[in-house]
């Protein structure tokens, strides 16, 4: 893997500078694949080399460079080192890349190919919570949600492949005055028949009405009021009604969960923390943290110079509390419970000041572990809309990207006859609206098209799940070719070292993922690989070949193994009615999934960990599965889908 290399030349600059070889590691990176080009596999920037003090900063930075290239030797491993402007580059012996990067797959180490890099060792270990998607009760789930579900399901499943103890908790918004307003409203408005045929239809329509009434009816707001009043002193009547609402949100949800293959391990509220809030109320007083603002409210001084020139309101002119003092004392309570090492927020980019009040209030009352507490934020996607009109629910969207997928297979003379075409369009139309999603950066806005996020060909969910189809029919067409004695130096073709050179980038692209918990990092990564799969696929054609070249040819499916792997963390081969191609392939699943985690992925198919491990081709298409959730690869179980996250 790529570590035995970076290690190696590491030695060699260690030796070279009298520096310890592990300075190094992080230094050395491999160099991206150009197209139609041999290049280098490893590259040093003596500039980082500089600003770590290891060289000195003054000085002709190409000298230093030339005079360091001349220092070190090639030997069996590194076959080339050449000096660049303020770049050394590495080249390492081509039977030893293949030999070494394949090597796992060889010792039924596919899952973990990647995962053991000594780049990892800085990162935080122990336990993460990671709170997202975090919708309101008594409401359908909105497809503002989207986002901060998908987003919050891949930092988990991200997170947890990498070794961490992961809690996902749903974080639901079953408290407020809101809550006053629907309880006035379901008594004047509501109907018990209407609530068992759609409950969650007819909550909202309640709601809409209840809203329009109050705009001019003070007798309502007052009703409104009450209910929340009484709410708030348990009384067993109005607890009981409100119970009942959340109830029926909490089991409505967790349908669309399990459509897009979205777990959590806990659900809480805000609810649960109201009488701690209190609590907090308290300890900001003790603290001399609590002030009075002119309005009569209960205040945080966040300002520099304490001269209220930036306050947060913790407390109303009434004594009540508010949303962050809740998400205070939701804080504290999860630190108590959980004692995590780092606890990752997943809304949209409107809550920054939100997040950043918070933390600086926790600090303020003495919790240093709120250092290890992260908002990640994102921005807003525009135009989505159905065949119907605008978008307001989640369910909507999916029905879409079912609906449109369908129609383009049905129009495609390469989609065979399918036993769950419904299925299969599923799966692969909300593939393709996660890529989408995470191509970009999280805290970009973006245009939604569902024309390009459908299209077969270019940077799409339906071109990965495609190249995963492909390999698939080529282990399936060419099988007990892995029983063959594996002979590295059959991979001499620049196709097939571009493919290895490609991979030698993966724990990077993890590592970098892992830092800035962005998917994009890991998608683009995939799609690269499935555009060098492709060119594979032409250039090192099986079918058609002489006899000799052919067996040449499918010995090579070493690679293809640990292609498919990176593509598909949890597809199936169980599911033989699952076809997106010509070629007859056994799942629809693709490396998508790495848009979550490896090894996630591999956990939801535990029953069939021993069918699918026989397949070493997974490897590549698991790594892919990391990003994204089993649900959209023939049967998956976890894939998600969300916008707008918390919306209090």
């Known amino acids: 893997m790529a570590c035995f290399f970076r290690r190696k030349i590491a030695e060699k600059l260690g030796r070279a500078l009298q520096q310890s070889e592990d300075v190094f590691i992080p230094a050395l990176t491999a160099v991206p694949v150009l ?13 980082t080399l500089r600003a770590s003090g290891i060289l000195p900063s003054s000085g002709d930075i190409q000298v230093q460079t030339e005079n360091l290239a001349t220092q070190l030797k090639q030997d069996n491993v590194v076959e080339h080192i050449s000096a660049a402007r303020g770049i050394i580059n590495f080249k390492v012996n081509r039977k030893l890349l293949a030999q070494k990067l394949l090597e796992p797959f060889g010792n039924g180490e596919n899952d973990k190919f990647g995962l053991n890099s000594e780049l990892f060792n800085t990162l935080t270990t122990g336990t993460t919570l990671v709170e997202y998607s975090s919708p309101n009760i008594a409401k359908k789930f909105h497809a503002g949600h989207l986002r901060s579900t998908i987003i919050g399901n891949f930092i988990a499943n991200l997170k947890q492949s990498l070794g961490n103890d992961v809690i996902r908790m749903n974080y639901l918004g079953d408290w407020g005055m809101q809550f006053g307003l629907l309880g006035a409203g379901f008594g004047q408005f509501g109907s ?4 068992k045929q759609n409950p969650l239809q007819h909550l909202f329509e309640v709601y809409v009405r209840v809203n329009k009434e109050a705009e001019n009816n003070e007798d309502m707001k007052q009703a409104a009021r009450d209910f929340f009043r009484q709410l708030e002193q348990h009384e067993s009547h109005v607890v009981s009604l409100w119970q009942q609402f959340r109830d029926i949100t909490v089991k409505e949800y967790q349908d669309i969960y399990e459509r897009l293959g979205v777990h959590f391990d806990v659900y809480s509220g805000e609810s649960f923390h109201q009488d701690q809030a209190q609590e907090v109320v308290q300890q900001l007083q003790s603290r001399g943290l609590l002030k009075t603002s002119e309005k009569g409210t209960g205040v945080v001084d966040l300002s520099p110079n304490r001269d209220m020139t930036n306050v947060c309101t913790v407390l109303r002119s009434d004594g009540t509390t508010l949303y962050i003092t809740r998400d205070i004392a939701a804080a504290i309570n999860r630190k108590e419970k959980y004692s995590f090492d780092e606890m990752i927020y ?3 980019k409107s809550q920054e000041n ?9 600090l303020a009352m003495g919790h240093s572990w709120a250092d290890g507490c992260r908002h990640v934020s994102f921005g807003l996607v525009q135009g989505m809309k159905t065949r119907a009109g605008e978008v307001v629910f989640l369910e909507d969207v999916l029905d879409e990207a079912r609906a449109r997928m369908l129609n383009n297979m049905s129009q495609s003379n390469t989609t065979k006859e399918l036993e769950n075409p419904d299925d299969t369009a599923e799966k692969v139309g909300i593939s393709a609206l996660i ?12 245009k939604f098209n569902w024309d390009r996020m459908l299209q077969a060909q270019g940077d799409t969910g339906v071109f990965l799940q495609y190249t995963h189809a492909r390999l698939c029919s080529l282990k399936q067409t060419n099988k007990g070719v892995e029983a063959v004695a594996f002979d590295p130096s059959l991979l001499s073709e620049q196709t097939c070292t571009a493919i290895l050179q490609h991979l030698l980038r993966y724990d990077e692209v993890l590592y970098q993922s892992a830092q800035d918990l962005q998917p994009k990092h890991l998608v683009n990564f995939l799609l690269k690989l499935c555009h060098l799969i492709a060119s594979a696929h032409r250039e090192l054609p099986v079918k058609g070949s002489p006899e000799a070249v052919a067996q040449v040819q499918r010995k090579q499916s070493k690679v293809t193994t640990v292609q498919r792997s990176m593509l598909s963390p949890g597809q199936r081969d169980e599911n033989p009615g699952h076809h997106t191609s010509k070629q007859n392939v056994k799942t629809t699943s693709v490396c998508v999934s790495v848009l979550f985690s490896a090894a996630t992925i591999v956990d939801l198919y535990s029953k069939n960990r021993a069918l699918y491990c026989q397949n070493k081709i997974m490897l590549v298409c698991r790594i892919g599965s990391s990003l994204y959730s089993e649900k959209h690869f023939s049967a998956n179980k976890n894939c998600t889908i969300t916008f707008i996250t918390r919306q209090h």
């Open 354 to 362: 939100h997040f950043s009040q918070l933390f600086q209030i926790l």
């Open 346 to 348: 997943v809304t949209d």
């Open 435 to 446: 890529i989408q999603d995470f191509k970009g950066p999280l805290q970009s806005d973006y």
């Open 192 to 195: 018990p028949e209407k609530l």
């Open 35 to 47: 197209k139609k080009q041999q290049g280098a596999d490893f590259r040093l920037l003596i500039g």
